[in-house]
């Protein structure tokens, strides 16, 4: 198949994060996936025997978890990511 490029991002106002929270936008864009890996994890979503990285998990109920909490994010497909 044809080699393609996929790119997922969310960006975080360091002041609407504080307005919200109290803290700083690099605190909640950590905390919030945290929890959700946690969430994910006890109800039975993220859990099979053995150890496992996140990564191998469905990705989809974390994505809608994401949104949800309020880190909505965006997709780009096939664009040039090379750095100059």
């Known amino acids: 198949g044809k080699e393609r490029t996929y ?3 969310n960006n975080c106002s360091h ?5 919200e929270t109290g803290a700083q936008g690099v605190s909640y864009t950590t905390g919030v996936p ?11 979503l993220w859990k099979k025997p ?3 990285n ?3 998990f469905n990705p989809d109920p974390f994505m809608e978890q994401l949104y ?7 997709e780009l497909f096939d664009i040039d990511l090379e750095m100059d």
């Open 15 to 19: 002041e609407e994060a504080y307005k």
């Open 34 to 44: 945290a929890t959700i890996g946690a969430m994910m994890f006890m109800m039975g």
């Open 68 to 74: 949800k909490q309020g880190l909505p994010w965006h």
């Open 7 to 9: 790119y997922i991002y």
């Open 54 to 56: 996140v990564e191998e």
């Open 50 to 52: 053995g150890v496992f």
